[in-house]
């Protein structure tokens, strides 16, 4: 905004200037997390782990009490085990790690790990799950330009997400949990998942775009070449995305639709709103 005053130009800065966004449409591919990105999971992953860790937290006698911020610095975008080796050891607390099969009751990385699954499957086949719209009709536009996408996530429950969400079919490559065990991949925030993304969808990382909504995911992309690095700000905030790789930040991927996309997706609703 600017405003004449004594023959004087002043400007008036009253809104930050927003990021240019990159054209999707143009990149070699696309590379999405899932959780809080594709799907609003990450709030279910938030409750099970709070819940599996208010109980641990108290029968152990640990302090500081479990916060979101906890979350967030800690366990999110991590592979389920080192989540919870990470966080321990910000309370100083060593715990045999176990084996990826121990029973949820095992006071080990693995059982403590395997508890917080448990109360997120049940959430899930309870609830089931649906895709942010915005991200939705944002996979559904470049699917339909022939753009190249994929998912690369931490977490174990990819497949079962993806499949619930009804949006599986729309991702050749899967880059989870379960890939990055058998196959040795180091857990975010280290570039061996995105990278490995990269190869498994046949892309470049420097002409392609990855996607994600935790600092230990964009740096992951950001370690793996990936020049543009879109965060989706769903509570981290923009600026620790910006400080851990992301290139720019937006709060909703319908930031990427345009006012056609958005009639397009709803051709009957004329009091819908447009995207920017």
């Known amino acids: 905004m600017a405003r004449r005053g004594a023959g004087t130009l002043v400007l008036l800065l009253e809104a930050p200037v927003p990021d240019a966004l990159p054209?999707?449409?143009?990149?070699?591919?696309?590379?999405?997390?899932?959780?809080?990105?594709?799907?609003?999971?990450?709030?279910?992953h938030m409750r099970a782990w709070k819940v599996v860790f208010d109980e641990v937290f108290e029968r152990w006698g640990l302090t500081p009490s479990y916060t979101d911020a906890d979350y967030f610095d800690y366990v999110d975008g991590k592979k389920r085990y080192d989540?919870?080796?990470?966080?321990?050891?910000?309370?100083?607390?060593?715990?045999?790690?176990?084996?990826?099969?121990?029973?949820?009751e095992a006071e080990t990385i693995c059982g403590i790990g395997n508890r917080k699954n448990a109360a997120f499957a049940a959430s899930l086949?309870?609830?089931?799950?649906?895709?942010?719209?915005?991200?939705?009709?944002?996979?559904?536009?470049?699917?339909?330009?022939?753009?190249?996408?994929?998912?690369?996530?931490?977490?174990?429950n990819a497949e079962e997400v993806l499949a619930a969400a009804g949006i599986r079919s729309f991702f050749p490559v899967v880059v989870d949990g379960v890939v990055a065990e058998r196959e040795g991949l180091a857990s975010?925030?280290?570039?061996?998942?995105f990278r490995a993304g990269a190869d498994a969808l046949g892309v470049d990382p420097a002409t392609?775009?990855?996607v994600e909504d935790a600092t230990s995911g964009a740096a992951s992309a950001a370690a793996a070449g990936f020049a543009t690095v879109v965060g989706v700000d769903r509570g981290t905030g923009a600026d620790a995305l910006r400080a851990a790789g992301a290139t720019v930040v937006v709060t909703d991927l319908d930031a990427f639709l345009s006012p056609s996309d958005s009639s397009a997706e709803n051709p009957n609703d004329s009091d819908s709103e447009e995207t920017a």
């Open 188 to 193: 975010k925030p280290a570039a061996d998942m």
């Open 23 to 44: 054209d999707l449409l143009r990149a070699d591919g696309v590379l999405f997390d899932l959780d809080g990105v594709l799907t609003p999971t990450a709030e279910v």
């Open 208 to 210: 392609s775009v990855a």
């Open 125 to 156: 086949r309870a609830e089931g799950i649906a895709p942010f719209p915005g991200s939705l009709a944002l996979v559904e536009k470049l699917a339909a330009a022939g753009v190249p996408i994929g998912v690369v996530s931490s977490s174990k």
């Open 83 to 104: 989540g919870v080796a990470s966080l321990l050891h910000s309370r100083n607390v060593e715990v045999p790690w176990g084996e990826v099969d121990d029973p949820p």
